[in-house]
């Protein structure tokens, strides 16, 4: 049981390239969450995702996308790097159930924006 | 919209001296609450939460935390604090029945003393 497995652990971008943030997770949950830290700031909601084929924009969308094919993965894109992006990325999966709300998080994906 | 304040950026404390650490929310009904701990170059871990019922909790790793609704407060406490506890800290709130998602504080940072 690995739980939620984010890749790459580290990643060096120039502006306007792209890429994907890969996440699985092994526990059979519903919902899942992109967030991004950064220093002072706590973690932000990107985007988040309550089941296969269903994601919504969190409080931080915009310069990104997810999708959502299957109850296990949910890659995060960044299609035009910008150096605001650069930042810590956390992705979570919660259970669906009443009175749950923990969260497991992966090991976070350092971005640099050059 | 629900907002969460952790007013100490950085504490250090002696090892074996006691902890708190603040945290303020704002939320329109009864919310959920939560602390998470992180290690350096980790995911966030979930040391307490609480639903309803008793305000004060008990967590892993020994801490507690206290409800205190006429505040708009919960702390987290430790009576004895171990070398191992240096980590950041994020308090969080939530709402029921909303995809789980989190509104987290920007983290206290805890730093302990031989």
């Known amino acids: 049981n690995a739980g939620v497995t984010q890749t790459p652990k580290f990643r060096i971008l120039k502006i306007g390239q792209s890429m994907t943030l890969q996440c699985t997770q092994d526990?059979?949950?519903?919902?899942m969450y992109w967030y991004r830290q950064d220093p002072g700031m706590g973690l932000k909601l990107i985007y988040y995702?309550?089941?296969?084929?269903?994601?919504d924009k969190g409080e931080v969308p915009n310069g990104y996308n997810v999708s959502r094919s299957t109850t296990e993965d949910f890659p995060l894109r960044l299609e035009l790097a910008a150096p605001s992006q650069t930042s810590v990325y956390f992705c979570?999966?919660?259970?669906?159930?009443?009175?749950?709300?923990?969260?497991?998080f992966g090991e976070g994906s350092r971005l640099t924006v050059l | 919209a629900q907002s969460v304040t952790q007013p100490d950026i950085h504490i250090t404390v002696s090892e074996g001296a006691s902890l708190e650490l603040r945290c303020n929310y704002s939320?329109?009904?009864?919310?959920?609450l939560f602390w998470y701990v992180q290690s350096p170059g980790q995911g966030l871990q979930l040391l307490l939460k609480?639903?309803?019922?008793?305000?004060l909790v008990q967590g892993i790793k020994g801490f507690e935390a206290e409800f205190k609704r006429s505040q708009s407060s919960f702390n987290l406490r430790k009576p004895s604090v171990h070398w191992s506890d240096a980590a950041e800290y994020f308090c969080?709130?939530?709402?029921?029945?909303?995809?789980?998602?989190?509104?987290f504080g920007g983290g206290t940072r805890l730093m302990v003393k031989p």
């Open positions: 979570a999966s919660s259970y669906s159930g009443r009175n749950t709300g923990e969260l497991f």
């Open positions: 526990m059979n949950h519903n919902y």
């Open positions: 939320y329109g009904a009864t919310p959920y």
């Open positions: 969080a709130v939530g709402r029921h029945n909303a995809g789980n998602m989190l509104t």
């Open positions: 995702s309550v089941g296969a084929g269903i994601t």
């Open positions: 609480y639903f309803s019922g008793d305000t």
